[in-house]
């Protein structure tokens, strides 16, 4: 799946469970918000918003979040830790076992179903025809 895009738009890549560098991005380049630029940008997310850092569920929830509050301006690509095989051992499993209690292997799990969100990214963009 790709995603055509059109210009202009914000481009954020490999938060990696880094929270805080994703409120600087914000402070920064302005958030998604109503009473911002949401309605003249695109925000366009390159993947791997888990593992690694400390705080891949709060990173990936406020994402959703963005996305189901603005579905056409909140572009999420899915990266190479968007990958249940790949984020189960890089961090993203443990964290979710350990901050949620579950069994990660249980398919109603927080853990299963954020990967299974994972699988219906798109896996890349073009931005005015590049």
Do not use: T
């Amino acid at each position: 799946m790709i995603r055509e895009i059109k210009p202009p738009v914000k481009i954020f890549g490999d938060i990696h469970g880094q929270y805080v560098d994703l409120m600087r991005f914000f402070d920064i380049w302005k958030a998604p918000q109503e009473n911002g630029d949401i309605h003249a940008f695109d925000y366009l997310f390159l993947g791997n918003y888990v593992d690694k850092g400390q705080f891949s569920l709060e990173v990936i929830c406020l994402l959703m979040a963005l996305k189901l509050r603005y579905p056409k301006q909140i572009i999420l690509l899915r990266g190479n830790h968007e990958d249940r095989h790949v984020n189960k051992y890089l961090g993203f499993g443990d964290e979710c076992a350990k901050r949620l209690g579950e069994d990660i292997n249980d398919p109603n799990s927080c853990f299963s179903r954020i990967n299974d969100a994972f699988e219906n990214m798109p896996l890349a963009a073009v931005i005015a025809d590049k």
